[in-house]
């Protein structure tokens, strides 16, 4: 039986009716750039997240970019982040010309070690950028209570994140702006490119707005400058209509991971994910670890048999070729350049099946011996 990593068919033949209605009411209109859809859209996640405002975007990436132009970031200020994420969560800083300072993970839940942050903040550091990863929240109360004592700017990449939890809190509303992608494999995913910045009551919601649109809040009278990037009416119709589904989805995947916890209880070499104390984590991904010898051997092993397993990420970003000219090395950040020579994220997805999952469990426990 072959496993997929992500089964967004299995998703869709559960809603079609309501998603076809969704995407032709939109056709019939005529109506494809921001106006009605857009605006209900953005006020369902207002609701949702209970924050003042929420802005669609083109994609997470810009969510990112216009969160950093919202704190007026400039060309060599610093940004704190995390070197375990996708790529956008470093280079939405260096495109403004900033500087990302790399901090080592917490091995235990991949996020920013945050006993590592005080002594990296300088008098040029403007922000810190925490990755909300594989759905599970980064330490919030320990990075705001750093963030209030330095005066620093918080921007949360809550991408991989959609209704997470710290304390009861939702992340992406605790710092100053959260971001979110409707990329399709996410937890709330589009049919195509999107993404959103979640706006908290102290972010300049004008001043976003505006980013979005070219730096004017009228057509044709542009006050900065800024940029083209707008959640489509097509992806924000059928978002509305998934966004009814989301806890229950989110719900679905912790239950999964948890089988997975239960079927890898004995397994002495495989590391199973833990939750932060005060974390709902929503189980974007369910990445465990392996000896670092086993690991790829072990992919290959499942792509063979038809198991859809993936690296997120292979490269930490401190060593990507793009950001060679910071002059990070090898060994600088020991800690998640361990862990990306031992992780493997399997399938998950709320559709996948116990059978699914056992199966995925015994191809791995068979292998490991
Ligand atoms: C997906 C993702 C992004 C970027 O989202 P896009 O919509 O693909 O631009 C940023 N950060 C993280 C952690 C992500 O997983």
């Not at 072959?2 to 089964?7: M, R």
């Not at 998703?11 to 939109?26: F, G, H, L, N, R």
Request: glycine share 8%; with cysteine; aromatic share 10%.
């Amino acid at each position: 039986m072959s496993v997929p990593q992500l089964d967004l068919k299995a998703q869709y033949q559960t809603i079609k009716s309501e998603i076809d209605a969704a995407i032709a009411d939109v056709v019939a209109s005529q109506h494809f750039i921001l106006g009605e859809k857009v605006k209900n859209f953005e006020r369902e996640m207002a609701e949702y997240y209970q924050i003042p405002q929420t802005l669609g975007v083109a994609s997470g990436s810009d969510a990112l970019l216009i969160s950093l132009r919202g704190i007026d970031l400039q060309p060599g200020d610093e940004v704190i982040t995390c070197p375990l994420t996708f790529i956008a969560s470093g280079s939405m800083i260096t495109l403004l010309g900033a500087v990302p300072v790399f901090i080592d993970i917490d091995p235990a839940t991949y996020t920013i070690d945050v006993n590592q942050i005080e002594k990296r903040i300088t008098s040029r550091t403007k922000a810190i950028l925490p990755i909300h990863l594989y759905g599970q929240p980064a330490n919030m109360t320990a990075i705001m209570k750093i963030a209030q004592k330095h005066h620093l700017f918080v921007i949360e990449d809550a991408c991989q994140a959609v209704g997470a939890k710290h304390f009861g809190r939702n992340v992406g509303t605790i710092g100053n702006t959260g971001t979110l992608s409707f990329f399709p494999s996410k937890n709330l995913g589009g049919y195509g490119d999107g993404g959103m910045v979640l706006i908290n009551h102290e972010a300049d919601y004008e001043k976003l707005r505006k980013l979005r649109t070219h730096g004017g809040a009228h057509k044709y009278y542009n006050e900065m400058l800024g940029y083209n990037s707008r959640l489509d009416a097509i992806q924000a119709a059928i978002l509305s209509v998934k966004l009814k589904y989301l806890d229950q989805w989110n719900a679905a995947r912790r239950k999964r991971a948890y089988f997975y916890n239960e079927l890898f209880k004995d397994v002495e070499q495989i590391i199973t994910p833990v939750e932060a104390k005060g974390n709902e984590c929503v189980y974007h991904q369910y990445t465990i670890r392996v000896p670092r010898e086993k690991r790829e051997p072990l992919f290959t092993h499942l792509k063979d048999k038809q198991i859809g397993v993936q690296i997120y990420f292979p490269v930490p970003l401190h060593l990507q070729q793009c950001f060679a000219y910071l002059g990070y090395k090898t060994g600088d950040l020991p800690e998640v350049e361990k862990a990306v020579s031992e992780i493997i994220s399997l399938p998950i997805y709320p559709e996948i099946t116990d059978s699914q999952q056992e199966e995925v469990a015994e191809t791995i426990i068979n292998f490991l011996g």
